[in-house]
């Protein structure tokens, strides 16, 4: 072999390697955590509930409940999974089917305890997040699964008042 190809070979190695562990950083699911916390928010009054589906291709499912506790709000999360990707959020939002960077825009971030990269939306399972102070409830209609980083919908659940 001569010296040239052998040293074209070892340098698209290294370049493939390199390109490779770029494209992994910015394309390859967060590592996700799943929970069971079956204590959450045992005396919060629910608000509203909805059933999240997929968008875009993603896989999105479970159940996300607003509701009210002794601290404020609170989202409670049933059974809950979801397509990892980088810069996946959650997002409460005043359009019921939010699937647009303008309905997201609208609407509040929520960063989830725990979740990875100061609270990206990694976080599988049951379990409770507690909200900031959100203002009035009533006017969140939709909970998004948001991409930041390439403004993709994964997921959305749809919000209706619980009687």
């Known amino acids: 072999m001569k010296r040239r190809t052998l040293l074209g070979l070892v340098g698209g190695g290294v370049a493939l390697t390199v390109g490779g562990a770029a494209a992994a950083e910015l394309f ?26 997929g968008k875009t291709g993603h896989e999105v499912s479970g159940t996300v409940t607003l509701a009210r506790d002794d601290e404020g709000h609170v989202l409670q999360f049933e059974d809950y999974e979801q397509t990892q990707g980088p810069d996946v959020f959650v997002y409460l939002t005043p359009e019921a089917d939010p ?31 507690q909200l900031e ?31």
């Open 99 to 129: 699937d647009t960077k303008a309905a997201v825009d609208d609407g509040v971030k929520v960063l989830i305890d725990g979740g990875e990269d100061a609270g990206e939306s990694t976080k599988l399972g049951t379990f409770t997040q």
């Open 28 to 53: 390859l699911p967060e590592r996700a955590t799943r929970v069971t916390d079956e204590g959450g928010a045992v005396d919060a009054t629910p608000l509203s509930r909805g059933s999240f589906v």
């Open 133 to 163: 102070d959100v203002g009035d409830p009533t006017r969140f209609r939709g909970v998004a699964i948001w991409c930041d980083r390439f403004s993709t919908p994964f997921g959305a659940a749809t919000l209706s008042p619980v009687e």
